[in-house]
């Protein structure tokens, strides 16, 4: 039946809107995907600066890239889906508008009397919270009863946006992975600081005696295909707490996502129209106020509040945030431009008797309150002639006058979003045009790295050569060891005849006890003095052991350069130093080179001692000598006795001079390491001219010395990777000044 005649140019005007959009839809498909384009160059610059810091990079790179600021990526996501969110709105086949109100305000009645459905298909509240899932109810013409399409979660979405809201509101653990863990494993109890909340304890009472409770009656609809229903049906799948024909409640709903419901309006040239029916707010369902805001974002063009005034009713803070929440959900769109406010009028003898006055009450307060509405009307939502005449007319005509005014200050606003995005972009790619500017510059790493060698070379060889002037008048430990092990060798080894028998047969020899001691004497003396050769090479191994440590010294900043030790690696850097590098060559070859000739001094400490070892300075001992050291009452001795016992008293002579004399020069190693090393410090870091041969010396050689350069190329090619991503985000984000509104 039909109510009312409306413009029957408004149908023609809505399609006309609806074809508009398509257009206006592919070109922000077109501009949706530019910055999309922008995000990937955007990612790609953030990722290879990540690998870049990973890798590791000089300090002022690494800082310089850690400024940019790739935050703006969100942004980008956020804007990303309000452009989405436009383009869905573009492309709808019908103007969607959302009715939204608590729970029993009298919203199931106005949709029924706009729709022309019956209280099976659209159930309301008078024994409670009877929609139980989002229904979307189209008008079509000619249809002559109702017919539904159920879409149905899947496990992995009802896991996630039906129990997980829960599970995370609750601070419930353990979120089911599969539908047989959550079939077995009822909900954790509620942690005990919430057992005293009343709505978490109601929310946990939901959880469990809905969704955990009722799952085996609805199980084997989740991740079922959409299926296609008759008017019949369609309660089965929309209505809660309601009998079957068995007596048990239906729990269909429980995994139902949407239905949709196409049937005829009742009033004529209505055009493509879409009521989006929500469940009622008000309870401690949580599922119902996310559906909510997910449905406002996504599928609502206009929204339409409904509000039954009760006693005493003021616009209080449950209303107010009911409309904040459809603002935010809503984004960019704005909500005071594209909703109505319904104030539902009942009559003496229904629920809340006559409330005309409250209506008109709080249609006068409404303007003083946060809530923005286009329009705010009075009607009995009950009365079918009323509702379409009050409500839905108006609406259309709005509609029909406005909705493109409304899509371009959406349009508007998201463009806004995406030129200062545009403007942030382009600051941050100017910070990483220049952040490696220097990344791959050989000259400057250069410099940053000699004069780090310099210093840390100049304070290693101070430090060095402070070690030696603190002990370059101590004992050198190992010459003082190797004097003694001589001394030992020489008193023990002596060379002396071992008995008188042998002085017999050499007298016998050359017929003449003189040539004979004479004879002792030079072959005891030479004798003597081969124990104290060694010491000239212990004497060069202790030098060597100077040299060592500042080969050692060396080795740390130079070591590619030469192999060997001590001598060996001196010699091998000075092989390594250009022609025209004479300062630096005297340095290394004099400490290379440095080698005190020790064997005129060691045999001059000894010889001194050695007189009496000698021929013409002794005459043989056969009285005087000896007989002072017999007793009084002993026996003679033989003349061979009185040779071997001078022989003895000579050499023990000599043996403690020579050890008293070389106790005079066993500081004298640490003396000459000391000035050996000054020399070698003076000419290779105080020399004037000598650090710019140590440059010109070390960039010939800088990737020996220096791992950096070795992988300066890897830098020069990860520098130029950088800038080509660069240059493609700068080109992509420079692509289109004005997008969309062009």
């Not at 002792?520 to 124990?531: A, S, Y």
Request: charged fraction near 30%; include cysteine; glycine fraction near 6%.
């Amino acid at each position: 039946m039909n109510i009312t005649q409306i413009n029957p140019t408004r149908t023609q005007r809505i399609d006309q809107i609806i074809k508009q959009r398509k257009v206006f839809s592919a070109k922000i498909q077109r501009d949706k995907a530019s910055l999309e384009t922008r995000k990937l160059a955007f990612v790609n610059l953030k990722k290879h600066r990540e690998e870049l810091l990973a890798r590791g990079i000089d300090s002022i790179s690494a800082k310089r890239l850690g400024d940019i600021d790739f935050t703006m990526l969100d942004k980008i996501d956020a804007l990303l889906v309000s452009m989405q969110q436009l383009c869905d709105r573009c492309t709808r086949d019908t103007l969607n508008i959302a009715v939204v109100g608590y729970a029993r305000q009298g919203k199931s009645r106005l949709l029924r009397s706009l729709t022309g459905l019956n209280s099976t298909i659209i159930p309301d509240g008078g024994e409670g919270y009877c929609t139980g899932t989002l229904s979307k109810i189209r008008h079509e013409d000619g249809l002559e009863e109702a017919r539904g399409k159920v879409d149905f979660y899947s496990w992995h979405n009802f896991r996630d946006d039906v129990l997980g809201p829960y599970y995370q509101n609750l601070d419930l653990p353990s979120l089911p992975i599969t539908v047989d863990e959550f079939a077995q494993t009822p909900p954790p109890a509620l942690p005990t600081e919430k057992r005293d909340s009343e709505i978490d304890k109601a929310r946990y009472g939901h959880l469990r005696k809905d969704y955990f409770s009722n799952l085996q009656k609805y199980r084997q609809l989740l991740g079922k295909p959409s299926i296609e229903i008759g008017e019949q049906e369609i309660r089965e799948y929309v209505t809660q707490d309601t009998k079957d024909g068995s007596g048990d409640k239906i729990a269909n709903y429980l995994a139902v996502k949407a239905v949709e419901i196409s049937c005829s309006f009742p009033s004529e040239d209505i055009g493509k129209i879409m009521l989006i029916d929500l469940p009622g707010l008000g309870d401690t369902n949580l599922i119902d106020a996310e559906r909510l805001i997910s449905t406002l974002k996504q599928e609502a063009d206009f929204v339409l509040f409904v509000r039954r005034p009760e006693a005493n009713a003021v616009w209080g803070e449950a209303h107010i945030k009911l409309y904040q929440t459809a603002r935010e959900a809503l984004g960019d769109l704005p909500l005071s431009r594209c909703s109505f406010m319904v104030l539902n009028r009942t009559k003496e003898g229904t629920e809340g008797g006559d409330n005309n006055y409250r209506c008109e009450k709080l249609q006068a307060e409404l303007k003083e309150t946060p809530i923005q509405v286009e329009r705010c009307a009075i009607a009995d939502c009950s009365d079918p002639q009323e509702a379409n005449t009050q409500i839905l007319e108006p609406i259309l005509n709005y509609l029909v006058e406005k909705i493109e005014d409304i899509d371009s200050e959406y349009a508007r606003a998201c463009q806004k979003h995406l030129e200062q995005i545009q403007r942030q972009i382009t600051i941050e790619l100017e910070k990483a045009d220049k952040a490696l500017a220097h990344y791959g510059d050989g000259d400057l790493l250069f410099e940053q790295l000699f004069e780090k060698f310099w210093q840390e070379l100049t304070n290693d060889l101070e430090n060095l050569l402070t070690h030696f002037s603190d002990r370059r008048h101590d004992k050198d430990s190992e010459f003082e060891g190797r004097v003694k092990e001589a001394i030992a060798d020489c008193r023990e080894d002596t060379g002396i005849p071992a008995n008188v028998k042998d002085i017999a047969e050499r007298r016998n020899l050359f017929g003449s006890y003189n040539t004979a001691y004479n004879e002792f004497l030079h072959e005891i003396r030479t004798h003597f003095l081969k124990h104290f050769l060694s010491l000239d090479s212990g004497m060069q191994m202790s030098l060597e052991s100077r040299k060592t440590l500042v080969a050692k010294a060396l080795k740390i900043r130079l070591g590619e350069l030469g192999d060997g030790e001590g001598s060996e690696f001196l010699k091998a850097i000075t092989a390594r130093l250009p022609e025209n590098a004479n300062i630096l060559k005297l340095g290394f070859q004099s400490i290379s080179d440095f080698n005190v000739s020790w064997a005129g001094k060691i045999q001059r400490q000894v010889r001194e001692n050695l007189e009496k070892l000698r021929p013409d300075a002794n005459p043989v001992p056969f009285s005087d000598v000896a007989m002072d050291e017999l007793k009084l009452d002993a026996k003679l001795p033989t003349q061979e006795e009185l040779i071997l016992t001078a022989l003895k008293k000579l050499h023990k002579e000599a043996a403690d001079k020579s050890e008293q004399s070389l106790q005079k020069i066993l500081c004298e190693p640490s003396l000459d390491a000391y000035f050996m090393v000054e020399e070698f410090v003076d000419r290779i870091l105080r020399a004037k001219g000598v650090q710019l041969e140590w440059r010109i010396f070390l960039r010939k050689v800088s990737s020996e010395v220096w791992p950096e350069f070795k992988e300066m190329e890897n830098r020069v090619q990860q520098q130029q990777i950088w800038k080509q991503l660069v240059m493609r985000a700068k080109e992509v984000n420079g692509m289109h000044e004005r997008l969309f509104l062009n």
